[in-house]
T-cell receptor
Framework: GQQLNQSPQSMFIQEGEDVSMNCTSSSIFNTWLWYKQDPGEGPVLLIA?????ELTSNGRLTAQFGITRKDSFLNISASIPSDVGIYFCAGHDMRFGAGTRLTVKP | GAGVSQSPRYKVAKRGQDVALRCDPISGHVSLFWYQQALGQGPEFLTY????????KSGLPSDRFFAERPEGSVSTLKIQRTQQEDSAVYLCASSLGVPSSGANVLTFGAGSRLTVL
C-alpha cells in the first residue's frame, strides 16, 4: 500500500524563524491536506490542495502541491510560540503521515 | 451539531473488558472515518463509512474491533476483550463528500482516550 513520509520528524526553532516541512508519497495523489494537532485535541485543517503545482497561503502558512503529485511542502514564516504542535499531511485516501513535531523557543 | 462530538473523552478499562466509543459527526456529512493514534504517532486509519456502508475496514487491527453506522449518522467503534496494546486515542472524523471529491476535508472530533490496565 501507499506510504507517506514526513520530514523532519521534529524541529526546534527560535521564535521568528521560518519553518519548512514536507511530505512524500509512493503513490500519486489528487489531494494534499495539511493539519495541525494541539495536545488533547483532534487535528485541525490548515490548508487543502487539489491541483498539481498549486501554491496556497493561509496567513503565515504556505503549502504547495508538488508537480509530480507525489509530494507537498508546508512553510511557516515568522514562527510564533502558538505554532507549537504536530503537523500532519494526508492524501486523498485520508491516510496520515507520522507528523512533524514543532517546538518554538521564545 | 457544529462539530464532531466523541464520547466518552476518557475511558479506563480492565484488560478483557469490552468498550464502545461513540462518534456524532457533523449533520449531513456523508463520510466518516475512525483512526487510532498511539502516543507520539500519527493517526492510523481504522475504517471508513460512506453513509451507512462500511466501504473500507482494512485498518482494523483484529477481529476484536468492530464499527457500525447503522443509520448513516452516529457511529460506534466497539473493542471486545480489550488488551493493553489497544490503549490509544481513537479519533473520529467526518467530511461532507467522499474522499476522492473536492469536498473531502475532514473535521475531527477531540478523540476518546482509552487506557487499558
Amino acid at each position: 500500500g501507499q506510504q507517506l513520509n514526513q520530514s523532519p520528524q521534529s524541529m526546534f526553532i527560535q521564535e521568528g524563524e521560518d519553518v519548512s516541512m514536507n511530505c512524500t508519497s509512493s503513490s500519486i495523489f489528487n489531494t494534499w491536506l495539511w493539519y495541525k494537532q494541539d495536545p488533547g485535541e483532534g487535528p485541525v485543517l490548515l490548508i487543502a490542495l487539489y491541483k498539481a503545482g498549486e501554491l496556497t497561503s493561509n496567513g503565515r502558512l504556505t503549502a504547495q502541491f508538488g508537480i509530480t503529485r507525489k509530494d507537498s511542502f508546508l512553510n511557516i514564516s515568522a514562527s510564533i510560540p502558538s505554532d507549537v504542535g504536530i503537523y500532519f499531511c494526508a492524501g486523498h485516501d485520508m491516510r496520515f503521515g507520522a507528523g512533524t513535531r514543532l517546538t518554538v523557543k521564545p | 451539531g457544529a462539530g464532531v462530538s466523541q464520547s466518552p473523552r476518557y475511558k479506563v478499562a480492565k484488560r478483557g473488558q469490552d468498550v464502545a466509543l461513540r462518534c456524532d459527526p457533523i449533520s449531513g456529512h456523508v463520510s466518516l472515518f475512525w483512526y487510532q493514534q498511539a502516543l507520539g504517532q500519527g493517526p492510523e486509519f481504522l475504517t471508513y463509512f460512506q453513509n451507512e456502508a462500511q466501504l473500507d475496514k482494512s485498518g482494523l487491527p483484529s477481529d476484536r474491533f468492530f464499527a457500525e453506522r447503522p443509520e448513516g449518522s452516529v457511529s460506534t467503534l466497539k473493542i471486545q476483550r480489550t488488551q493493553q496494546e489497544d490503549s490509544a486515542v481513537y479519533l473520529c472524523a467526518s467530511s461532507l463528500g467522499v474522499p476522492s471529491s473536492g469536498a473531502n476535508v475532514l473535521t475531527f472530533g477531540a478523540g476518546s482516550r482509552l487506557t487499558v490496565l
